[in-house]
């Protein structure tokens, strides 16, 4: 069941979706879906992605999945308890299995996802399905605005170059 984002996020839940919108950035600044992802152990970042398909020619370089990629290397371990993994859009079902075999403590997300959640929106993998052996908490919402605005200002702009065509 997803967990609602309390009205005031906490300070740190803050600052590390502040950190995943500027890996959105990125993805944004080379032509992908501005989605970015951070995942962080004790209060320190353990990896990092951003939204790279297109680039990558690789359709599981969701920036959650390229975040775990990150931190598995850099620990030497895909198991990731513990963690907490920040993205400004809600995973799609490919990311939320892969958030469930690193074993990924909590999730925290911006803007919801109406075509492809995971986390409640469209499904409830995270955490509601019973059926895995690992539970992961999930709350939605943090900085949902400016999450969202990224995500509509990149789409209105390729609309624009595309001359208003869908």
Known sequence: MLEAASSIPS??????????????????????????????????????????PIGAADPTAHAEVQALRDAARRSGNYRLPGSTLYVTLEPCVMCAGAIIHARVERVVYGAPDPKAGACGSVFDLLPADGRFNHRTRCSGGVLADACGETLRAFFRARRQDAGGRR
Do not use: S
Not at 24 to 35: D, K, L, N, T
């Open 11 to 52: 300070g740190e839940d803050i600052h590390w979706m502040q950190e995943a919108l500027a890996l959105a950035g990125r993805a944004a600044g080379q032509g992908e879906v501005p989605v970015g992802a951070v995942l962080v152990l004790a209060g320190a970042p353990i990896g990092e992605g951003w939204n790279c």
